[in-house]
Every structure is written in C-alpha cells, then in structure tokens.
C-alpha cells in the first residue's frame, strides 16, 4: 500500500502550483475584485493547454489520460490560489462540450439549488442544459464578488456529474484551508501584541492547530475518495472539506483580529467562496443521508452486540 | 496515491485470517472488568497464543524478537485482529506498545534479553510510571526523586494515573536525579520491580466507577543502577521515543471498532424508531463519514511512515485529537439512540460513554497535542 502521492504526481501538481503563481496572484484577485473581468479568458486557455481541463480525457480523445487521483491534486491548488470561474463544470465538459478541454470555452453547470447558476454570463455553455447556448437568467447580488450569480428558470440536469462534480470542488475547498491556515500562521507570526507574536499565545495556537487537523483529515479523506472513487467517501469527503474550508476561513479572519473584518484582507474571499462551494452539487444534508443510508445498509441484521 | 495491498501484504491478510478464526472459538470468555487477575491472565493467555503463531511483537525489530513487519503489516494485523473480536492487547499494553519499544530502541543488550522476551511470551507485564500528582501535561515538572547509594537509586516519591499497577511486575519509571539540571536535562529511565520493598499501589477510582488506574507510592525503594535504561539524565529523550510509538499505533483498532460501534447504533436506531429522526440519522451518517476518514488519515500515516523508514512522527497528534473527539461524539450520539435508557449504568454503550470521556486527557491532553501541533508543524513560536 502506497497511499502517498507519486513523483509524477507531485511534479504535476507541483507544475500548477507554479503556473497559477504566476498568472493569478494578488494582484490579479484584487484586479478582478475591483471590477475587472471576473473569468479571465486567456488564463482558461492557458490552463487548457496545460491539460487542466482535458486532465481525464482519455489520451485517444485528445485528453491526458490522468485519473481523479491527479485531478484533486491540481483542483487543491486552484482552491489554494483562490481562482473564480467554473473550474469544475468545464474540466467535467471537457469531451462533452466543444472547446471546454481546450479552455476556449467556459462551460458552467447548474449545480446550486433554488434555480441559482455561478458564472452565467462569463459562460459559453452550460453542461446539462436542455437546448445549446446559455439560458436567460435574472442576476441576483452575489455574496462572493468572484462568483456571480443568475437565478434561471430551467439550471439542467447535473445529476450524472454530481460525484465528481463533489470531489473536485472538495479539493478546492482543502486547497482554501489550507491557504488560509498559512495566512492566519504567518499572520500569527508576525503580528505582536502584549510584546509578542500573537502566534505565541495558546488561544491563537489552538485555532491554527485546529484547522490543521480539520483540513488534513480532509485532505486525506478527498485523496482516499478518488482513489477508490466510492459513493460514501465522496460523500464524507465532501462534508469534511466543507468544514475545513468554511470553519478555517473564519478562524483564520479570527486570527486576522479587526483586520480580518475588512475587505482589503482576502480571508473573506476564502470564505465567501467557500460557502459558495459548500453550496454546489451536493449539500451537507444530502451528503449526510448518503452516508446514512450506506450504513444502514452496511448495517445488516440486528446482531448479538446491539442493545435490546 | 495506491490503496491496494501487495501480493504478500493480501498473502500476509490471508494467513492472519484463517489463524484467527482457528483459534479464537477456543479462546475463554474475557472475565469482567474488575477481575483484574482474571484480566490478566486472559491477556497474558492471548499473548501467549500470539507469541506461539509467530504474531508477537510483529511490528518489533528482528533482533529484539519481533518479526520486524512493515508498519502496512502491522495495520492490516491490528486490522484483522480487531474486526475477528480477537481481545484487545489489555494489560500487556505498556510492555508491547511503550516499554518494550524503549527497550528495544535504547537498552543495552543485557537488559534487552532480560525484559523483552518476558513481554512478547506475555510473561511479564508492565505499567507506566510517568505521571504524578504534581505533573501531568507538564510531564518535565516531576519530582520523585532517584539518589545514588551504591549500586543502587533510592527511589522516593508518588506516581498517579498507573494502568495496570496491580498486577504489573515491572514500571517504566521517570526519576529526577540530578534537581540541579535544567528540568528536561534531569530525568532518567529506571525499570523498577513492583515486588520491591517500598512500593505501594493504591487503586484509583475512575468516573466510569471502575478501578482502571492506580496510585503508585515509593518509599525509599532500592532500583538497581543496572535498571536504567539509557545514559543518567538522558531520560527524557528515551520517553519521547516511547511516546512516539503511543501516538502513531495505539488507537488504530479503536478505528476499526467505532465503525462497528456505528453499525449497531444504526441497527437499534431501526429497531426502536429512532432512525426515524432525520437530525440522528444524519448525525450518525456524519459519524460514518468521519470514522471512515479517520481510517484513511490512519492508512496515511502508515504509508507516510513506511516511506520515510522512520518513527511515527507528530501525524499522530493530528490524529490523536480528530479521533479522540471523535470518540466522544460517537458516544453521545449513542446515547441520543438509546434515549433515557442509555442513564442505565450497564446499558450497552453507557460505559463506553463514560471512559471515551478520558481520551482527550490520556496520552496527551487535547490542549497539549494542540501546542505540537502549532509548534512542531505549523512552527509557530513557544510561548504561553
């Protein structure tokens, strides 16, 4: 058993760590917070010719052949850098919809409940769709400024995309816990109160140290869930990164003191998007009665250990 | 990322499995709970049948006795021996999973041959003398003293919170001997008999009602200098290697029985309506989620270990403090199942609701583990 990430697949996840530093960093998120265009095209087609969205395409249809397995290790690191635009619904169009594994098309899906669909005026197609093209839609105010937002009358039917669909957006939302865990450290080590770095005092470290384990022990859970691409684990998966990425982003605005209530600090991107995320293909109460259901039937027959 | 097992780690499965449904139809009944003799010779007795299959001490270097398996075939053996119902290692914990590690990692090679084959034949059993009234979490802070007599240390001083003191034959056994030194720079090893004139053991009465801990007491007990394990004053760098074993391996079974312990909250949840309540049914599904997770964050760990060659490192307090909530979740979720019957003091999982409540104490406080993790992992600065 090697449940570790292989060479190949640190170096490829290593290659778009690279690349999104140095096309999407802090100035090109604050750029497109104040106003400018929220999908920057020529870095989806970028990312298109870095096989981001043609990553598990087979190679006979012009695809890089990879698996899930690969596919969380480079969508971590989209969630780390904070990228907007339908990341997961384009990667899940590439072979579906002309242009999406090429990144010339934005494609997003309907995978938000109440009609609700991200991305609609960026986007070229929307996967599931009942006619080709975009459908009309009301737009509503947004409570992440990088994902707008259209209530539609008609959002598609996503329901064959929905476990990957789960999985990817999982690994962004380990890969914004995890962004925010360095925030709030390195914050926590530079900022000093009382003559010394906060980071010092237990009642900060504790909150770093939680979200630590909140986002390890999701980081791990997403790793084993596209590895054995099961039902469940997708499921538990899902609700545990969930919570690493909503509950790391408050702590980590905790940590940030008033400064983290201000919107020149990024937590509260981290986090608005991350309620976002924790909002698409499939909620926690969902994920939850998945996971029920599956050890209700795993269960069995009342056995001689139970309660009378 | 691979989660599939080797040709000779599924071989390796295989041999454990048709080993364990042999032998344990004719394993005793387990005594109750407060039946320490009977505890520990039902203990020593599966030892004994370990040690005779070649299963003792698996994860233990060849030339300490063990089998020298890879730390993968010790995770499918705990595995394995967990989901049989096989008994827990019980009393012969401290020798198997602390002293005997220690040992075997610092002792010389007489005092190698004269303690570890006793614990792998479950012939000795050990207990752990490093905490006192005085020093819990703050370990470095203990005072019995050790002073030097001849070929002796004259031990005097009080241990707290000792599993298995009462039938325990020997103690890993923290001592001050030098006062003067910086506190971590102080502390030495000893093997202490528990026959020795002078000890005391004073049995301790949990909050679960039973007598699992006990109080150690030392009046001027003479430990032969020959029972030192590791240089003087060297003691606290041969603890940490003890505690790192204790982290990275000792509540991988425990993993195994939560699932279980899930599956039949869901089964009595079924039977007696309960499941009906979508905000249980979903907790209990959250449940499932998590220990599950936990079981992959504990296949991680071992795979991260088996990579590096090494000691289970700091991971395992990232574990520790997942799972040891965890636990204590999963316990008041079976009490939502059982209702007002779970305040019946024997009723199933009552208690397991009471002692899951010392695991985020034992081994580490929560709170302590959290201070690694921050210091050690996230390298934030020692401070208050």
């Given at each position: 058993m090697h449940f570790q990430p292989t060479e190949d697949q640190e170096a490829l996840r290593a290659g778009v760590r690279a690349l999104l530093a140095g096309r999407y960093g802090r100035e090109e998120l604050r750029a497109a917070v104040d106003g400018g265009p929220v999908v920057d095209r020529a870095l989806w087609r970028e990312l298109g010719t870095a096989g981001f969205?043609?990553?598990?395409?087979?190679e006979s249809a012009g695809g890089v052949g990879l698996g899930l397995a690969e596919g969380v290790l480079v969508f971590e690191e989209a969630g780390r850098a904070l990228l907007p635009g339908p990341l997961v619904a384009t990667h899940l169009a590439a072979g579906v919809v002309p242009g999406a594994a090429e990144g010339t098309a934005v494609v997003t899906a309907g995978d938000l409940d109440g009609g609700l669909v991200a991305y609609l005026a960026e986007a070229d197609a929307v996967l599931g769709a009942a006619g080709p093209g975009v459908p009309a839609g009301e737009p509503v105010r947004s409570v992440d400024p990088l994902t707008p937002l259209h209530r539609v009358a008609a959002p598609g039917e996503v329901a064959p995309y929905r476990t990957a669909g789960a999985l990817l957006t999982a690994a962004l939302q380990v890969g914004s816990a995890l962004r925010t865990l360095e925030l709030a450290v390195r914050h926590a080590g530079e900022r000093e109160q009382f003559g010394q770095p906060i980071g010092a005092f237990q009642a900060v470290k504790h909150l770093c140290a939680g979200m630590l384990v909140r986002a390890e022990v999701a980081r791990t859970a997403v790793y084993a869930a596209a590895v054995t691409e099961d039902a469940g684990e997708v499921a538990a998966a899902g609700l545990l990164a969930d919570e690493a990425a909503v509950l790391g982003a408050r702590d980590c605005l905790q940590v940030h003191g008033g400064m983290g209530f201000t919107w020149e600090a990024d937590v509260h991107l981290h986090l608005k998007r991350a309620w976002v995320r924790a909002r698409q293909w499939r909620t926690a109460e969902q994920a939850e009665e998945l996971l029920a259901a599956e050890l209700l039937a795993g269960a069995g027959p009342p056995g001689p250990g139970d309660a009378p | 990322m691979d989660l599939t097992y080797t040709e000779e780690e599924q071989d390796f499965r295989a041999a454990l499995r048709a080993w364990l449904a042999k032998v344990l139809p004719a394993l005793p009944p387990a005594p109750s709970p407060d039946d320490w003799p009977g505890r520990r010779a039902h203990d020593a007795g599966w030892q004994r049948r370990l040690y005779d299959a070649g299963y003792a001490g698996l994860h233990w270097p060849v030339d300490a006795g063990g089998r020298g398996a890879t730390p993968t075939q010790h995770l499918i053996f705990l595995e394995e021996t967990e989901r049989a119902g096989a008994p827990y290692v019980g009393a012969n914990f401290v020798g198997l999973l602390h002293a005997g590690p220690t040992i075997a990692a610092e002792g010389s090679a007489e005092q190698r041959a004269r303690w570890l084959p006793p614990v792998l034949r479950g012939d000795e059993m050990w207990c752990q003398g490093f905490s006192e009234p005085g020093a819990g979490s703050d370990l470095a802070s203990l005072r019995t003293r050790a002073v030097r007599d001849g070929d002796a240390y004259v031990v005097t001083g009080s241990k707290i919170w000792t599993s298995h003191a009462e039938v325990a034959d020997w103690c890993e056994l923290l001592v001050r001997t030098d006062p003067d030194a910086p506190r971590h720079r102080g502390i030495s090893w000893l093997a202490l008999p528990m026959d020795a004139p002078g000890v005391t053991v004073r049995p301790l009465r949990t909050l679960a009602g039973s007598a699992e801990f006990a109080e150690v007491f030392l009046d001027e007990v003479r430990v032969p200098l020959s029972h030192r394990v590791g240089a003087e004053n060297d003691g606290w760098r041969v603890t940490m290697v003890t505690l790192s074993f204790e982290r990275g391996t000792a509540f991988v079974g425990e993993v195994v029985a939560c699932r279980r312990t899930l599956e039949g909250l869901a089964r009595t949840a079924r039977a007696n309506g309960r499941w009906d309540d979508p905000v249980l049914r979903r907790r209990l599904g959250r449940l499932y989620g998590e220990f599950g997770a936990l079981w992959r964050l504990t296949q991680w760990n071992v795979s991260a270990a088996e990579r590096s060659g090494g000691v289970p490192g700091v991971g395992g307090s990232v574990f520790k403090l997942a799972y040891s909530h965890a636990r204590q979740e999963l316990y008041e979720a079976a009490a939502e199942v059982l209702g007002a019957d779970s305040l019946v003091l024997d009723a199933r999982w009552t208690p397991d609701r009471l002692s899951s409540l010392s695991y985020t104490i034992a081994a580490g406080t929560s709170q302590i583990q959290r201070n690694i993790v921050a210091e050690r992992i996230l390298g934030l600065p020692k401070g208050r």
């Open positions: 969205f043609a990553l598990r395409l087979p | -």
